[in-house]
């Protein structure tokens, strides 16, 4: 398992991202993939969860109403789209498998980490 994630960068309060996170080897599919992210000092913590077929998402409270995850099986991939950034979005945000089964927010629940993406919103 090889997560990818891509899309981070410098965006101003109000704006918008809209992260990736792929699979060369397409084992995404069956399993709940989540994003979370960790900002300098501060300890890893949960942003979003898609359960394998779409049907459950989960989202902390700070992001409701202004972050989507979403997810292509076809596709292998996994999106969270970033609307109305605040400066205290800022952080590292990285992709994660979970264990089989597994649908919540711990990190323990996650066994796959990919190599994670900068976000940096500035007021």
């Known amino acids: 398992v090889q997560l990818q994630a891509s899309g981070g960068g410098l965006v101003q309060a109000g704006g918008s991202l809209r992260l990736s996170c792929a699979d060369s080897?397409?084992?995404?599919?069956?399993?709940?993939m989540a994003w979370f992210r960790q900002a300098p000092g501060k300890e890893r913590e949960f942003v979003a969860a898609?359960?394998?077929?779409?049907?459950?998402?989960y989202y902390t409270d700070s992001v409701k109403g202004r972050f989507t995850i979403s997810r292509d099986n076809a596709k292998n991939a996994v999106y969270l789209q970033m609307n109305s950034l605040k400066p205290e979005d800022t952080a590292v945000y990285y992709c994660?498998?979970?264990?089989?089964?597994?649908?919540?927010?711990?990190?323990?629940?996650?066994?796959?980490w990919g190599q994670g993406t900068q976000v940096t919103v500035s007021s």
């Open positions: 898609i359960a394998s077929g779409g049907g459950n998402i």
């Open positions: 080897e397409r084992s995404l599919t069956t399993y709940t």
């Open positions: 994660a498998r979970a264990r089989t089964y597994y649908f919540g927010w711990s990190v323990g629940g996650y066994d796959y």
